[in-house]
C-alpha cells in the first residue's frame, strides 16, 4: 500500500508480517522504504530509509531520508501498523 | 505488590500510574535536579513532575524545533540535550543564560547520554556518534565519529558509558554488527571500535550490570529476545548467550539494576530477579534454573530513574515500579505462581570480532 505525502513529495511503504510484526526490508534492518516520484514512463521503484534523519548512503547523501510523522499516522489508519508500532517509529526505534 | 509502604514520610506505592493532559509521553526519565521525573513528549516538549506525577511547572515547549517525538533526556551539570529522530538539542540552564535553547545539530538520533568526562553522546545509526562537549559563553561544536570505509561503518542504535576506573569506554548496540565498545578519551582523533557478533544476530539495546561500579560487565538484547551477558565488554570474546522461551515480542529494551535484569518487548516487561548477580558470581551454569516473571503489557520504552524507580512508558501512561520492592518480592512472585523457573537455552554461536577505525570530524549546528 502506498501513500502520497504532498509536502515532502514521495510516497512511503510499508509491509507486514502475518503475525503483525514490521518486515526488515535492507541489509541496516531498516523497516520502511521509500518510493520517490519517478518521471512518466521511467521505472518505478524504492528503497529502504530509518525513520531517523541521517545521512543518505552513496548518490543520495544528504537527503534527510525522514518521512513525515503524518505518513504512520496513515499507516495507522489504513490498519498497516498498529499504535504501539506508530508510536515507537515515532520515536526513531525498530516496531 | 499491592500493598503502599512507609518512606520516610510519604506513603510510596509499588507500582502508580501516572497520566498526564495534553502531554503524549514518549520518553521517561529521572529528573536531575529534584526526587522525581522528566518525560519527553511526541511532540518534542519536556515536563518535569514530583515521583507520583504532579507537575512542578508547565511544560517547556522549545526544546527541538522539528517537534518531533522525544527519544532521549541527558544531562551535565548546567546543561541538556534532548534527541529525537530529527534533530539532537543543546539546552543551556545556566542562571541569567539569555535563552535556552543552545544550540541544534541537524542530525536524527536514536538516544543521548552522557558521560561523567563531561560529554554527551549521541547514537546516529549509519552515520556513527556524535560527541558534544558543551561549553559556556561559546558557538558549540559536535564531532561526528564514524568508519570511513563501506566496510568499517556500523549501525549504532544505542550506546551506554562504563568504567573500569581507569578508562571510560563506550559499549554500543550495532544491530547486525553485533556490541561494540571502544576506549573513549575524548572528541579528537581516531578510536578503535571492537565488534563482536555472529551471523543473525540483531543487537537493539546494551545496558550496564553494575552501573553503580567501576566494571565493564554489559547486557545486550537481540531483538529476538535472546539476552548477552559479558563481564567485560571490551575484552570479552565468548559471552554467554542465553534464549528463555518465555520471552515473547520484539525485543525492545535490557535494563540491569540491584542484580537484577529487565526486559522490555512488544508484549511485555520480563524480570528477571537475580540474573546479573548470578552471571557474574558465575552461578549460571549447570542444571540451576532461572526465574523469570513476566508483566504482560503494551509499551513503547522502558528507563531507570536513580537506582530506585523503573520508568515504562505505555500508550497512554506512564506505569512506575519500585525497584527495590521488585528486587525484594521476587519470593512472593514465585509464591504466588506468578514466575516461570525455566533452563535457558545456551546458545553457541560462531563469535567474529572486528576492529574498525573510527575517524572524527568536526559538525556545526544549524542556524
Redesign the interface.
Known sequence: MTFSMSASGFTGFCRMLTNGELRDLGTWRQQIAEFPRARARSPWHGYPIWSVRGFAPGNRRGQTMKPAKEVFVKMLAAGLINEQQKRRLWNGKHA | MSHPRRNGKSIVSPVRSMRFRDFEV??ASANPYLPGFCFGS?DGCLLFTDEEGTRLSDKIRETSPSG??I?GVAYLPMWFAVS????VNLLNVLPGASKAHTAVF?????GVIATRSGHFIVP????GLLVVKPAANTKQSATLMSGTTPDSLL?IYSVISLNDGDREVLACAG??GGMAAMDFTGEDGEARLSTIAFSGL?V?DICALRPDQASLAAAALD?SGTIVLSSNIRDDKRPLTLRFAAVDG?G?RVLSCRGDIYLLT?KGVYFFPKLADRFLNGELFGAVGTKVIPIPL????MSLGQDRWLLVVM?DEVRRYDVQHLHHSASDFIARGKAVEQQPNTVSPRWKTRRIVQKSKQLLPSG
Open positions: 514518549s520518553w511526541a518531533e517525538a527519544n529525537t529522530r530529527a534533530d541537524p542530525a536524527g538520533a536514536h546516529l545509526g549509519r552515520s549501525y544491530r547486525a540483531d537493539v531483538k520484539i525492545y512488544s503494551q509499551a513503547i520504552d500508550l
